[in-house]
T-cell receptor
Framework: ETGVTQTPRHLVMGMTNKKSLKCEQH?????MYWYKQSAKKPLELMFV???????ENNSVPSRFSPECPNSSHLFLHLHTLQPEDSALYLC??????????????????FGPGTRLTVL | RKEVEQDPGPFNVPEGATVAFNCTYS??????FFWYRQDCRKEPKLLMS???SGNEDGRFTAQLNRASQYISLLIRDSKLSDSATYLC????????FGTGTRLQVFP
């Protein structure tokens, strides 16, 4: 396995379902990120984990719940989503010079994304 | 005003053409700048970082103008494979992505 992997690649769920997105990075990086990409909108940063601690949470609704059990894995737990949450969810990782400080972003390596459809 | 603004395009250019994209940013305290490339239905990938002195990588040249708060990307001798969306990214304590500029190179 190389780079950043995400599963599943596609997910269709109803508004009452609970599902989880998984991300794994094989690059030895110390920071991981969740982004949302909707049609005709810029990438929106959702969560940042640095050294397995959440350092950023950009006013994301509580129906999205991240989890970072170790520096290689990142999850996004989903429950009672809305149709407007349908989007491409991208995971990324990076090796930050000043771990724990958001201002030290280096190149981010993205996973292929999970295309989520909420019915 | 948006934090990062790009012309969405599309820019339709013939092979061999030179094309330039600009991106403006609103926060003068922005610290670092990048261009990412995103192919259709694929993830973004770093194309190049943008340095104050400007930098070149083959056919690609990136420039930063702090006084006017914009960065640019110049592509020379366009190839069909350059067709993609080019994302401007600005680091202001967090990474802010532009909506991207779509480039379509035709034969």
């Amino acid at each position: 396995e190389t780079g950043v992997t995400q599963t599943p690649r596609h997910l269709v769920m109803g508004m009452t379902n609970k599902k989880s997105l998984k991300c794994e990075q094989h690059l030895g990086h110390n920071a991981m990120y969740w982004y949302k990409q909707s049609a005709k909108k810029p990438l929106e940063l959702m969560f940042v984990y640095s050294l397995e601690e959440r350092v950023e949470n950009n006013s994301v609704p509580s129906r999205f719940s991240p989890e970072c059990p170790n520096s290689s894995h990142l999850f996004l737990h989903l429950h009672t989503l809305q149709p407007e949450d349908s989007a491409l969810y991208l995971c990324a990782s990076s090796q930050d010079r000043l771990a724990g400080q958001a201002s030290s972003y280096n190149e981010q390596f993205f996973g292929p994304g999970t295309r989520l459809t909420v019915l | 005003r948006k934090e990062v603004e790009q012309d969405p395009g599309p820019f339709n250019v013939p092979e061999g053409a030179t094309v330039a994209f600009n991106c403006t940013y609103s926060n003068s305290a922005s610290q670092s700048f990048f261009w990412y490339r995103q192919d259709c239905r694929k993830e973004p990938k770093l194309l190049m970082s943008v340095y104050s002195s400007g930098n070149e990588d083959g056919r690609f040249t990136a420039q930063l103008n702090r006084a006017s708060q914009y960065i640019s990307l110049l592509i020379r001798d366009s190839k069909l494979s350059d067709s993609a969306t080019y994302l401007c990214v600005v680091n202001t304590d967090k990474l802010i992505f532009g909506t991207g500029t779509r480039l379509q190179v035709f034969p």
